[in-house]
């Protein structure tokens, strides 16, 4: 399940790198760098990309917004240009 997780973060991170025409650069976070982005929320967008069945079965995030994968080529404007995206 867990290598099920980050394969979907994985394939999620590049569809949106695809979508929003630009190469994103793709890091898996410690912990602590985690920790450190949370000190800083104005310069983080929490992107949680799962479907409504996945948050049904698995639960939410606080803080996260949600815009399932299968949205994500239509609702690009929604996520800020200016921040440091990290996905769920």
């Known amino acids: 399940m867990r290598a099920y997780c980050w394969a979907c973060l994985l394939l999620s991170l590049l569809a949106l790198a695809f979508a929003c025409g630009q190469t994103a650069a793709v890091k898996e976070l410690t912990a602590e760098e985690l ?10 967008f929490f992107l949680d990309v799962r479907e409504p069945y ?12 949600n815009i399932p994968l299968s949205q994500l080529p239509y ?10 995206v990290v996905t769920l």
Do not use: C, F
């Open 35 to 44: 920790a450190k982005l949370l000190e800083q929320p104005d310069k983080v």
């Open 75 to 84: 609702r690009l404007s929604e996520i800020p240009k200016n921040k440091v």
């Open 54 to 65: 996945e948050i049904r079965m698995l639960g939410s995030v606080r803080g996260y917004v």
